[in-house]
Every structure is written in structure tokens, then in C-alpha cells.
């Protein structure tokens, strides 16, 4: 990547507390959602996205969720210009991961079937 993320990360009273204050009040809605069992499903779905919207703001207002947008907004680009395999790139791989495993299973078999041969005819002696 060319661009660096910043580090300096505000030092503030309140941008220290804003991760810590998410996660609570994520707890919170959480917690609710179960308590009011007995409300109808409206109250409590409302009461649970509130609570989950609102921790996500105050998440993202914090240095570490500004930082966080950032690293996703890089990693999106960063996917756009990869380079795909084509169709029969992707056909070819997939058949030579098939042989390997289909004659992966086959020495197995084999090596299994010789090691109870060996141990099972020739050295306990049964049939």
C-alpha cells in the first residue's frame, strides 16, 4: 500500500472512552432485547437495532472505527485491482486439487491395505 495509515490516534478523554462505551451499550441492548420477553417483537427488535445502531456510531466516531473505515474503504480498492483467474484458469486448478485428492485417497488405501496385510497374514497370522 502507498498510503500509510495514520497512527496518531486523538488522545482525548472521550475518544478513549467511545470503544468501551459501544461495547456496554451493545451489552445493554442485548440484555434488554431478553428482559422484555414479554413485550411484543416490535418493542424488543427496536429496542436491540437502537441499541446496536448506536453503538456501531459511537464505534465508528472513535479513532480505532475512523482507522477501521479507512483499512476497508483501502481493502475494497485493493480488491478491485487483482487480478481474477479466467474460467478455464479457475477449471484447470480445480481438476488437478481433484486428482491430487482422488490419488492421495488411492495411496492411502493401498498403503492401508499393505500395512494390514503385513501385520494381520504375516505377523499375527491371521486370515
Do not use: H
Not at 31 to 39: K, L, M, R, T, V
Amino acid at each position: 500500500m502507498s498510503k500509510r495509515l495514520s497512527t496518531k490516534e486523538g488522545s482525548s478523554f472521550v475518544s478513549r472512552l467511545l470503544v468501551p462505551l459501544s461495547g456496554i451499550l451493545a451489552f445493554i441492548s442485548i440484555i434488554s432485547f431478553q428482559i422484555y420477553a414479554e413485550e411484543g417483537m416490535v418493542f424488543r427488535v427496536l429496542i436491540l437495532c437502537t441499541g446496536l445502531g448506536t453503538s456501531l456510531m459511537f464505534l465508528f466516531l472513535s479513532p480505532a472505527g475512523r482507522n477501521f473505515i479507512t483499512y476497508f474503504k483501502d481493502s475494497i480498492q485493493e480488491a478491485k485491482r487483482v487480478v481474477w483467474p479466467t474460467k478455464k484458469e479457475t477449471f484447470q486448478t480445480v481438476v488437478m486439487v481433484f486428482l491430487f485428492v482422488l490419488f492421495s485417497a488411492i495411496f492411502l488405501w493401498l498403503a492401508d491395505k499393505f500395512f494390514e496385510w503385513v501385520l494381520y497374514s504375516m505377523v499375527l497370522g491371521w486370515k
